[in-house]
């Protein structure tokens, strides 16, 4: 679909897209594969035995764990969890995500935000929460792009709130994003537990938890976010649906297995849709509940929600997995050395958001980043660089993140709108000489294709 923005859409996305920049910056990603590049250091070896010992006492103490909770103590128990103590992402971590890719990943997406927040007709108040920000290159990407459109966002009061459970990630993302303009909580009870300010004056505040934002009218975004939630996952057998769990192996018992639960649980009873065709399902219910959360907020103060992961639409099984070393690792070897990860059912989101809030896509990252512009600004950069090795990684940073073998249809964009957003224009029926029509309202970019003309 080809959509015209409204005027000013249109030319707060060209003073972006036609912006010269630096192209040498635009490029951070020297040579990865996606999810690929780890490379486990030897303090990463030292700390693994810790967390097999953590899982196997657990599971002799109380019976064979969830994979939720498997995933849950792996990724981020508070002293040996792999994102609390590693930082894994970009080229020398364990895997490289669009952000870390190239800087145009983040400038369209600031776009993309202050389109969200025009439509909404540019309230007073702009806070955006990203979720899992990594090392802060998406948010600095962003603010960047809104310190270019500062006249656009006129004297609105925008604020940065990150919520992350990884102490470690939160003091790299402070260091990009404050320079040493930032501070710890005094007490570890507090629900902001780390604050800064930008070299722009721009307020930011670390969270560990959604809850602890404070409400008004947000822009949140979640990259590579909700495949990081724990998801159980349940079998189809001849006796019904059963709940996957992870047990020590009897044979090997510094080893763990998958075993399937000989009842049902309450969660094969509660989370199996009743008409499910498939034979094994991954649901989480975190990720449910998060979504839940951003639909009552975006409705009760107005918003969106941008979230963009590996995913599908309700049809695929089996997707959980570890990485390591640059290759597919096996769940539930060494826990605490690897990535681990499960696409993210979209369909599952759009139910549990339930009917309040609009909801559109998912659209492939291709389809989402061409429909931003992504090949007018790799023209404007590549014709402002002469030098051809940079040239050549503009080139295939681009490659990279749009090419359908890669990025390109791995990686999808949801969004929850405020129904308002999206909502047909009123037609009174019976009144027949109804002349005024309201304004039909603007579609939502990056789901609909931009016109310059
Ligand atoms: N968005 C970044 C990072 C993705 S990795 C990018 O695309 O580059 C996942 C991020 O989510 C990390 O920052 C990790 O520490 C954070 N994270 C994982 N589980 C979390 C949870 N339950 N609560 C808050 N943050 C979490």
């Known amino acids: 679909m080809r959509a015209f923005l409204g005027g000013k859409t249109q030319q707060l996305v060209s003073r972006v897209l036609f912006h010269p920049g630096r192209p040498s910056a635009a490029v951070r990603w020297r040579a990865a594969q996606v999810r690929l590049l ?184 979640a990259h590579e976010f909700f495949d990081a939630l724990p998801v159980h996952k349940f079998q189809r057998t001849d006796k019904g649906w059963r709940e996957v769990l992870v047990d020590i192996d009897p044979e090997k018992p510094d080893q763990l297995r998958f075993v399937v639960a000989p009842s049902p649980t309450l969660a094969s009873s509660t989370f199996v849709q009743a008409d499910e065709k498939r034979h094994h399902v991954e649901v989480c219910p975190e990720g449910g509940a998060i979504v839940q959360q951003l639909a009552r907020r975006i409705t009760e103060d107005g918003g969106a929600a941008l979230i963009a992961d590996y995913g599908h639409d309700g049809t695929k099984t089996d997707t959980f997995r570890g990485f390591k070393d640059h290759q597919l690792h096996h769940v539930l070897a060494s826990p605490g050395s690897a990535d681990l990860t499960a696409d993210v059912d979209f369909s599952y989101l759009r139910r549990v958001a339930g009917g309040d809030v609009a909801c559109v896509g998912p659209v492939t990252q291709r389809l989402f980043l061409k429909n931003m512009g992504i090949d007018t600004r790799l023209q404007v950069l590549l014709r402002s660089c002469s030098d051809p090795s940079t040239r050549q990684q503009l080139i295939s940073s681009y490659d990279m993140l749009t090419n359908p073998s890669k990025m390109g249809e791995r990686f999808h964009f949801f969004s929850l709108l405020h129904p308002s957003r999206i909502a047909k224009p009123k037609t009174s029926a019976g009144l027949k000489l109804e002349k005024k029509k309201s304004p039909a309202p603007l579609p939502v970019a990056g789901f609909a294709e931009l016109s310059f003309s």
Not at 106 to 129: D, F, H, N, R, Y
Not at 169 to 189: K, P, V
Not at 198 to 205: A, C, E, H, I
């Open 38 to 221: 780890c490379s486990s250091s030897s303090d990463d070896e030292k700390h693994r035995p810790s967390m097999l010992r953590h899982l196997t006492s657990k599971i002799k103490a109380t019976g064979p764990i969830t994979v939720a909770e498997y995933m849950r103590e792996v990724l981020t128990n508070p002293v040996t969890g792999y994102y609390v103590k590693n930082d894994m992402l970009g080229p020398d971590g364990d895997f490289i995500t669009s952000p870390e890719i190239s800087q145009i990943f983040g400038e369209l997406l600031g776009v993309w935000i202050i389109s969200e927040w025009m439509g909404a007709g540019g309230p007073k108040q702009l806070q955006l929460v990203e979720l899992g920000p990594g090392k802060g290159s998406l948010a600095a990407d962003i603010l960047r792009v809104f310190n270019q459109l500062k006249s656009v966002l006129g004297v609105a009061s925008v604020s940065l709130h990150l919520v992350e459970v990884s102490p470690a990630l939160s003091r790299i993302q402070a260091q990009n994003l404050t320079g040493t303009q930032n501070q710890e909580a005094d007490s570890e009870d507090e629900p902001v537990y780390r604050r800064g300010e930008t070299s722009t004056g721009l307020d930011v505040s670390w969270y560990r938890r959604l809850d602890d934002v404070p409400a008004g009218f947000s822009i949140f975004l």
